[in-house]
């Protein structure tokens, strides 16, 4: 079967960075996606990958590596409102996406 | 309008009610999607359309169903409500270019 694994929640502090990584199993891979969701509203489109590396968009950065299905979104100088979550998705060999259950990030002063 | 819309907003439902969950984009982009979200599951897709005039089925179909008469509108029935179709359901649209996706803001539906 197809699965994506994410952290259910993770905590850190105002002015630090945090990892949160996104492990996958799917049946083929074309792309793998990052977005942020807060309470009660809808994803929004944070970074896409889909050859090996880091992509690197202002405080956001996320790193690919295809060949051990692995990804990371890394946030710098965290703010308070970057509290919310962070969903993972892969495209796989249908073009369809198979999303994580999405990190929960908790942002203390 | 711009970007996605989604009404109602919320609804609460009587079980065996038929309901249509409305979605209305204004981007121009040919595919769109239907997702439902569940505390502790990942967006799961309902139903989708590659383009106007074509639908397909997704993970959870089961008791939805959908149209898509022209680019712009792609509306969600559910046939007879159930409360396992309790959620928060959201209508997406991808660019053609990058087949990222676009989001509206979201139903959240009760059936008691």
């Known amino acids: 079967g197809q699965n994506i694994d994410q952290p259910t929640e993770m905590t850190a502090t105002e002015g630090a960075i945090v990892q949160i990584n996104c492990t996958y199993q799917t049946s083929g891979f074309n792309g793998l996606f990052w977005y942020q969701q807060h309470a009660g509203e809808a994803p929004t489109f944070l970074s896409y990958n889909v050859l090996d590396g880091l992509e690197e968009k202002g405080r956001f950065s996320s790193f690919l590596s295809r060949s051990k299905g692995y990804s990371y979104l890394l946030l710098k100088e965290l703010q308070m409102k970057d509290s919310a979550s962070y969903l993972c998705a892969v495209r796989d060999s249908n073009y369809q996406l198979i999303w994580g259950a999405g990190t929960k990030l908790i942002i203390k002063p | 309008i711009a970007g996605i819309t989604q009404a109602p907003t919320s609804q609460i439902l009587a079980a065996g009610r038929r309901m249509t969950l409305r979605c209305t984009q204004d981007m121009r982009h040919n595919a769109m999607y239907w997702y439902r979200q569940d505390l502790g599951l990942g967006l799961r897709l309902i139903h989708y359309s590659n383009t106007a005039g074509t639908t397909g089925k997704g993970e959870v179909p089961d008791g939805y169903s959908v149209s898509r008469a022209n680019t712009d509108d792609f509306p969600l029935t559910l046939a007879s409500a159930v409360p396992s179709q309790t959620s928060v359901y959201f209508c997406?649209?991808?660019?053609?270019?990058?087949?990222?996706?676009?989001f509206g803001p979201g139903t959240r539906l009760t059936v008691l």
């Open positions: 997406a649209s991808s660019d053609a270019d990058t087949d990222t996706q676009y």
